[in-house]
């Protein structure tokens, strides 16, 4: 087991920069995961630890040992493709056996742990047969075995389930996490879903365009977010997003309602974020008030689309029933305590 | 921690690359470059073959040469011109044809029929068989006294007396031809039909909705849209029609009726034992055939902007 | 009525074709099997089942030494290039390095030679190795046609396998060569019998060097046996052995064809359409 550190990790394909200085302490036992918009370089990242990419400039530790001249088979990292990669030619049993024979593992070694990660995988029945005979869960499966089966201190993941169905992804998912608890190693893991992202992490990694905006546990992130970017990326439905100023007894939201905040408020052009349930129908007169333009029934909740004073939309999370109707007037109170402010930068105050 | 150490794996994986190449290039080498710059070399001497040591060095002696007011050397052999006229007819024509007939093949392949399959491992055999087998073959059934084709012309009454196929200087060309034609058509057509699998249906469906007649329809939508498999078939078949050798060799000798630039090359080298002027007559191919290559390449790379425009 | 009129025609146009493809052969097989005087007698059908013509040209002729030597040939050149081939198109496909293309533009390039190009310079290469009148020179010397092919076929096959499972063997701790030989190897076999087949038709075809560099009839590989077939005397017709030889040729090159056909047309259609 390892911590990993990245110390100023730079990495050009060509003449195009695309990670531009990383610094990054992952503690040992973690898990840790990326997240970021597509062609962010949460791959990349992952492949230059793995040493499948070199870096240009920086530094990558793992265990205490700087490894960026290191091959990738002797780093002690294993990696689970996004779509699998299993030898096609060979059988489930070799396919494990694989990474340990050409690490010259005698016989019965081999075979007693081979044995044994199949047996913790629920693959034993499987070990006779060819990648094309398996299921996609399967092969995810035989993937996870061959990386656990060299027991390195430290797992990659590239979006390792996205090629699963919903009900899969589920299952894996909490497997994932159950493996992590009984390995006690160190985890990195890519994804695009939020869900396995904020339910997996330890802390997560948030990369925009090759940096890293915020390093958190994900209740942080999804609290506390550092900026407009980090506010923006996490949550579904995104979080509101209004233009406010600063006014009496607190801020003036578009439409004329006011907000209490407590603290100084710098002038300039000031964001105010409200997530969507920390919105609820007002008694009164309410901080945001508009017209209801669309319902999307959630089941448990619904998500109400309202249209306010100056023409932008506002999303709240409706719990009771029944749910408003498109065209209705609706007033919102909100939660000043859970209201995030943001500066003409994007920073939050 | 030195920067300049930080692509050492890239590095490796290059030096990697150059190890696994290096068998390769080493064979390749000593098969076709050194023995090319061999043969240029000796085609500057007067060596004879198997004894190049007593060489001597003689310039452009072999190729061309003026003594006393006469030009000597291969250039100055009418043979040799000989020698390409028959070679470029030769590529010409039987490209030309092979292209032609290769097509019409290749369109019948592309039909639904009963016999589809069964025809088209029947258009491998000619291919599959060794040149100088079909050399024979076709000798044989040309053969001016005992020949099934002068047999089959009497009976159809379309000659009046057997011809000489192989030994009449006026057809033996044509002769040779004709086989390389059977031999070679079959690769031909499988290129095409290649071209041909991959098009799109559509095109087709709508112009069969349009009621387009059918040749309308192969010179307008398929002839544009195969055409650069046809391109690159004409190429590959001409340049290796130029180098043309067995066939002839087997069919008719050296005779001068067919003589083509490697039948005359490999004559002077082996059976005259002249290496000196037998490599220059193989530079001479050699550089014929480079032309024709670059002629090529130039040719396709038009095509391919003209296309871009 | 008209439908009927196509249909017919296509029919008589297939049959036609069918004939001019298959005759020759078919002709080669009647010619064969007829022995004495029978010869001079043109035949449309088979009018003799005499196998006389076999008997003599493996009794009077070393044409079954003839066989072996074409065999042996053929297979070296096949596992010779195979071999080379594989580990330059693992390099060519799936490294990069600066020089790759122009590589293998040069290669191509020298499919293009002509071979009397190279004939005297290889002669004298064959003498220094002291190869002349050795199987071995032919082994050697048919590498310039079969490595440039194969090199460029198992190149484009190559670059067509994902990246990720040789990522996967990277990590699983597998060196170059492994790669090569327990990762490619497998997953190329379709590739490699394609041009492992072309090459084999190459080596076996093969006639100018297999003339100018073996001396001895016991040496020779069979297209060169096959030319040089001569009558008993001067008066003899040599025809009927020579077809019988032609037969015993080409039969195994036909059945191999039309047992491989569907990955030969690959094969050959890989090397042109995307070359
Ligand atoms: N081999 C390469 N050569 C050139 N550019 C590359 C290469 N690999 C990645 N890139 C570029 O680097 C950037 C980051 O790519 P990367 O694959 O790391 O993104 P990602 O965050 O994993 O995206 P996704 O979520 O879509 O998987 C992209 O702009 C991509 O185009
Ligand atoms: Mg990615």
């Not at chain 2, 064979?27 to 240029?40: N, Q």
């Not at chain 2, 000597?72 to 039987?94: E, I, K, Q």
């Amino acid at each position: 087991m390892a911590e990993v550190k990245l110390v100023g990790l730079r990495k050009s394909f060509g003449r195009t920069e695309v990670i531009h200085g990383v610094d990054l302490r992952i503690e040992d036992g973690e898990f840790v995961v990326f997240v970021g918009p597509s062609g962010c370089g949460k791959s990349t990242l992952l492949r230059l630890i793995s040493g499948l990419e070199e870096a240009t400039a920086g530094e990558i530790w793992i265990g205490g040992r700087e490894v960026s001249q290191v091959p990738p088979a002797r780093r002690g990292v294993s990696m689970v493709f996004q779509s699998y990669a299993l030898y096609p030619h060979m059988n489930v049993y070799r396919n494990i056996a694989f990474g340990l024979s050409l690490a010259g593992a005698s016989r019965a070694d081999m075979e007693a742990r081979v044995r044994a990660v199949a047996e913790k995988l629920q693959i034993s029945e499987l070990l006779e047969r060819r990648p094309r005979e398996l299921s996609g869960g399967q092969r995810q499966r035989v993937a996870i075995a061959r990386a656990i089966v060299r027991e390195p201190q430290v797992f990659l993941f590239d979006e390792p389930l996205s090629n699963l169905d919903a009900g899969l992804r589920a299952d894996t998912r909490v497997e994932i996490a159950r493996m992590h608890d009984e390995l006690q190693a160190t985890m990195i893991y890519v994804t695009h879903d939020q869900v396995e992202a904020m339910t997996l992490a330890d802390r997560m990694v948030l990369l925009n365009d090759g940096r890293v905006e915020q390093i958190g546990p994900p209740a942080e992130l999804y609290r506390q977010p550092r900026n407009l970017f980090v506010a923006g990326f996490l949550g579904s439905p995104r979080m509101n997003l209004l233009e406010v100023q600063r006014g009496e007894g607190g801020l003036l939201l578009p439409g004329g309602g006011v907000i209490a905040h407590r603290g100084e408020v710098p002038g300039g052009r000031l964001t105010l974020g409200l997530r969507s349930e920390d919105l609820h129908p007002a008694s009164g007169e309410g901080v945001v008030r508009g017209e209801v333009t669309l319902v999307e029934e959630l089941g448990e909740t619904r998500l109400v689309h309202l249209r306010i004073g100056d023409g932008q939309s506002v999303i709240f999370r409706h719990r009771e029933l029944p749910g408003p109707r498109p065209g209705e007037q609706i007033a919102l109170d909100a939660d000043p305590d859970r209201a995030l402010l943001f500066d003409g930068n994007g920073e939050r105050l | 921690m030195a920067a300049a150490a930080h692509d050492s794996l890239t590095r490796a994986r290059v030096r990697t690359a150059w190890l696994f190449l290096a068998p390769m290039l080493l064979v390749l080498a000593i098969v076709a470059l050194w023995p090319l710059a061999r043969t240029l070399l000796l085609s500057l001497t007067d060596a004879s073959l198997g004894n190049a040591g007593a060489a001597r060095f003689v310039g452009f002696e072999n190729y061309l040469v003026k003594e006393d007011g006469v030009w000597y050397g291969l250039l100055a052999d009418p043979l040799w011109w000989l020698a390409l006229r028959n070679t470029l007819t030769f590529a010409f024509v039987s490209v030309a044809a092979e292209v032609v007939l290769g097509t019409l093949i290749a369109l019948i392949l592309n039909a639904r029929f009963r016999f589809r399959g069964m025809m088209r491992a029947a258009v491998l055999v000619p291919w599959a068989i060794p040149t100088v087998v079909s050399a024979k073959m076709w000798a044989w059934m040309l053969h001016d006294q005992f020949g099934i084709v002068n047999d089959l012309l009497l009976r159809l009454g379309l000659i009046g007396a057997p011809l000489a196929w192989l030994a009449n200087a006026d057809l033996a060309l044509w002769s040779v031809i004709a086989v390389d034609v059977w031999k070679t058509t079959p690769f031909v057509a499988l290129l095409v039909l290649a071209a041909l699998q991959m098009l799109p249906e559509d095109c087709y469906e709508a112009a069969r909705v349009d009621g387009i007649h059918p040749v309308k329809v192969f010179f307008f939508v398929t002839l544009p849209l195969i055409r650069p498999a046809l391109i690159v078939a004409v190429i590959f078949r001409f340049l290796d029609a130029m180098r043309v050798f067995d066939l002839v060799y087997v069919m008719t000798g050296n005779a001068d009726a067919t003589l083509t630039l490697s039948v005359h090359a490999r004559q002077i080298l082996v059976d005259f034992q002249d290496a000196g002027s037998g490599s220059a007559a193989s530079v001479l191919l050699f550089v014929v055939i480079a032309l024709l290559s670059v002629l090529c390449l130039l040719a396709m790379r038009g095509e391919v902007l003209g296309r871009r425009q | 009525m008209m439908a009927l009129a196509r249909a017919v025609a296509f029919r008589l146009l297939v049959a036609a074709l069918l004939a001019y493809l298959l005759f020759p052969f078919y002709y080669a097989v009647i010619t064969s099997m007829k022995g004495g005087s029978a010869i001079f007698s043109v035949d449309y059908w088979p009018s003799q089942i005499d196998f006389s013509n076999y008997a003599r040209i493996f009794s009077e002729q070393p044409f079954a030494l003839n066989m072996l030597n074409s065999v042996l040939v053929a297979f070296a050149v096949v596992a010779l290039s195979l071999l080379l081939g594989l580990t330059a198109a693992f390099s060519l496909g799936r490294i990069r390095f600066r020089g790759r293309n122009a590589l293998l533009f040069a290669v191509l390039a020298v499919s293009m030679f002509p071979q009397v190009a190279v004939l005297s310079g290889m002669f004298e290469l064959v003498r220094a190795f002291g190869l002349y009148n050795s199987l071995l020179s032919l082994v050697f010397s048919y590498m310039i046609f079969t490595l440039p092919f194969t090199v460029w076929v198992l190149t484009s096959f190559m670059r067509e396998l994902p990246h990720e499972i040789e990522e996967a063997a990277i990590m699983d701790g597998a060196g170059p060569w492994t790669l090569v030989v327990r990762i490619f190897l497998p997953l190329l076999w379709p590739a490699m019998v394609t041009t492992g087949l072309l090459a084999f038709i190459v080596a076996w075809n093969e006639f100018l060097f297999a003339l100018t560099f073996i001396l001895s009839n016991e040496q020779r590989t069979v297209p060169v046996a096959i030319a040089l077939i001569t009558g008993g005397s001067e008066f003899e017709l040599p025809w009927g052995g020579i077809m019988a030889a032609s037969v015993t040729v080409t039969l195994p090159l036909i059945v191999l064809v039309l047992v491989f056909q569907r990955r030969l047309v690959a094969g050959l259609t890989a090397g042109a359409v995307k070359g």
